[in-house]
Each structure stands twice: as C-alpha cells, then as structure tokens.
C-alpha cells in the first residue's frame, strides 16, 4: 500500500471518527436536555403535591379544633387515650421511591377510617353540622392527594410497583359505644395531622432537592 492510499485511508478514518463525536456530543446534549426537563416536570409536580399537602395539613389542625368542639365535655382528654390499629403517623423507606410508596399507602389507610368517623358522628351531630362539612372536606382531599401521589410515583418509577401496605389491609375497630366513638374519632384525626406535618416535611426536602440542586428524584 502506497503512501497516498494511507493518506486516504487515514484521511477517511478521521472523518469517520469527526463524524462519530459529533454524534456522540449531540446525544449528549440530547441526554442532558431530557434530564433538564424531567428535573422541571419533577419539579412542577412537588411544587403542586406540596402546596395540596400544605393547605390538607392546615384543614386537618382545624378538623382536630372543630371536632373537639362539637364533642362536650372531656373532649381535651379523647385524643390522649390509646386506640388500636390506626396508621402510624411516620413515613417509612430508606430511599425516595419507598418513602413516596409509603405516603400513598398511609394514605389510603386513613381512608376507611375517615369513612367510620363520618359514619359516626353523622349519627352523633345534626345534619348542618360544621364538622361533618370539615370532614367531608378532608376527607375528598385525602382520596385526591392519594390518587395524585399515585400518579407521580408511577411517572416517576414506571417499571416499580407500588409495595402493598406492610400491615396488610386496613384493619376498623370492633363496634364501639358513644364514647368510644369519639375517642376513636380525635385519635385518628390527631393521627393524621400528625402524619400530614411528616408528609410536609418530606416533599419540602424533597423539593429543595430537585428544585434548587436540580437532581432528578429518581437519580438520587
């Protein structure tokens, strides 16, 4: 092979090598565009699922005050006595993916509780009761927040299946007597409120790191 033919085939080789790393620079460009944006989206999205959480916990605080103050006397002490399987306020999971499952799943534990306290206190109030409208109120926004939390999870981790609850399904109490009734009811109200301040405190972390770090949720 001649000196020229070299020439050319090194030539050509060059070009080809010219043309590769332009490929791979734009992919690269390309990549870091699609980060850029799912890091907004992701960002949008907390900024959303922080602010329901933020006015449910508010709503929730004035439930607690508006259901003391429609059960009489003693209703200081129902929220101090001990109740049996209701949710446990605290987030679980050591990463980003099983500490969102574990909000969704609280929060659809706290759902047929909300159900039996309804039930009960439309027997114990009247009809144009303030806190049945309180409740009713939270009530939808939890189904809302839990549906929403859902949706994010799977756009987020889309391969990742929800976790069933590590208690199994929800477990109701036994049937109960007027007092009972509303020991049960300020214990899982106070419960909740509890666990909507732990869920404030997670997105916000969460989204002072995707938001202002810029780093994807599920890059963490």
Same mark, same amino acid.
Not at 142 to 160: G, H, R, V
């Given at each position: 092979?001649?000196?020229?033919?070299?020439?050319?085939?090194?030539?050509q080789?060059?070009?080809?090598?010219? /043309?590769?790393?332009?490929?791979?620079?734009?992919? =690269?460009?390309?990549? %870091?565009? %699609?980060?850029?944006?799912?890091?907004?989206?992701?960002c949008?999205?907390?900024?959303?699922?922080?602010k329901? /959480?933020?006015?449910?916990?508010?709503?929730?605080?004035?439930?607690?005050? %508006?259901?003391?103050?429609?059960?009489?006397?003693?209703?200081?002490?129902f929220?101090?006595?001990?109740?049996?399987?209701?949710?446990?306020p605290?987030?679980?999971?050591?990463?980003? $993916?099983?500490? +969102?499952?574990?909000?969704?799943?609280?929060?659809?534990?706290?759902l047929?509780?909300?159900?039996?306290?309804?039930?009960?206190? =439309?027997?114990?109030?009247?009809?144009?009761? $303030?806190?049945?409208k309180?409740?009713?109120?939270?009530?939808?926004? =939890?189904?809302?927040?839990?549906?929403?939390?859902? /949706?994010?999870?799977?756009?987020?981790?889309?391969?990742? $299946? +929800?976790?069933? $609850?590590?208690?199994?399904?929800?477990?109701?109490?036994?049937?109960?007597?007027?007092?009972?009734?509303?020991?049960?009811?300020?214990?899982?109200?106070?419960?909740? *409120?509890?666990?909507?301040?732990?869920?404030?405190?997670?997105?916000?972390?969460?989204?002072? *790191?995707?938001?202002? *770090?810029? =780093?994807? +949720?599920?890059?963490?």
């Open positions: 092979m001649n000196g020229h033919v070299k020439n050319m085939h090194f030539q080789f060059m070009e080809t090598a010219a /043309t590769l790393l332009s490929l791979l620079l734009l992919m =690269t460009v390309d990549s %870091t565009k %699609t980060v850029a944006l799912s890091t907004n989206q992701q949008g999205n907390l900024l959303q699922q922080y329901i /959480t933020r006015i449910v916990h508010k709503e929730s605080g004035d439930l607690i005050k %508006t259901y003391k103050a429609a059960q009489g006397e003693m209703s200081e002490l929220c101090k006595v001990s109740v049996n399987d209701i949710p446990d605290n987030i679980s999971g050591l990463d980003p $993916p099983a500490r +969102i499952a574990s909000i969704y799943t609280h929060l659809q534990a706290f047929p509780h909300f159900k039996r306290v309804y039930k009960q206190q =439309t027997d114990l109030q009247s009809p144009g009761s $303030p806190l049945l309180e409740l009713t109120r939270v009530w939808g926004r =939890t189904e809302s927040l839990a549906s929403f939390m859902n /949706t994010f999870y799977q756009s987020l981790f889309p391969n990742l $299946p +929800i976790p069933e $609850p590590a208690g199994g399904p929800t477990t109701l109490p036994p049937a109960q007597n007027v007092f009972q009734q509303k020991v049960y009811g300020c214990v899982v109200l106070k419960t909740y *409120k509890d666990f909507m301040s732990n869920v404030s405190k997670e997105l916000r972390n969460l989204k002072s *790191k995707v938001c202002t *770090k810029r =780093t994807p +949720i599920n890059a963490f």
